[in-house]
């Protein structure tokens, strides 16, 4: 049964930095690719970023570029999401999400892709 379970999310002032961790379980994460969701109240589920089986790239929202970094540890089987520069529209749960794969390199934007998902997390900033 593959299983996540995230972290790491908490209260921060604007400008400031969180890092968020994605544990994945019942599956190694070579076999499968992840994507970061949030979802603000009253507004629909987004894709945040996405890293694909392989490894090698990652895909960002265009409101995340530059401050945001997606990246794993293979050995422990973890997601992180570093946050950098947030800003107050970055509040909201955050969720990660996978999906198994037989193609190295594909990755998924929309929440329709993703079989699997964990409980999230919240993050809120604000002064």
């Known amino acids: 049964q593959l299983q996540l379970v995230e972290s790491g999310g908490g209260l921060v002032q604007p400008g400031g930095s969180l890092r968020l961790s994605c544990i994945v379980s019942?599956?190694?994460?070579?076999?499968?690719?992840i994507g970061w969701f949030r979802q603000a109240p009253g507004k629909e589920r987004e894709g945040v970023s996405c890293?694909?089986?392989?490894?090698?790239?990652?895909t960002y929202v265009d409101s995340v570029k530059g401050r945001f970094t997606m990246s794993r540890n293979n050995a422990k089987n973890t997601v992180f999401l570093q946050m950098n520069s947030l800003k107050p529209e970055d509040t909201g749960v955050y969720f990660c999400?996978?999906?198994?794969?037989?193609?190295?390199?594909?990755?998924?934007?929309?929440?329709?892709?993703?079989?699997?998902w964990g409980q999230g997390t919240q993050v809120t900033v604000s002064s």
């Open positions: 999400a996978a999906t198994i794969t037989s193609d190295p390199w594909r990755c998924g934007g929309h929440r329709n892709e993703y079989g699997y």
């Open positions: 019942g599956l190694p994460l070579d076999r499968a690719y």
């Open positions: 890293i694909d089986s392989s490894g090698s790239a990652t």
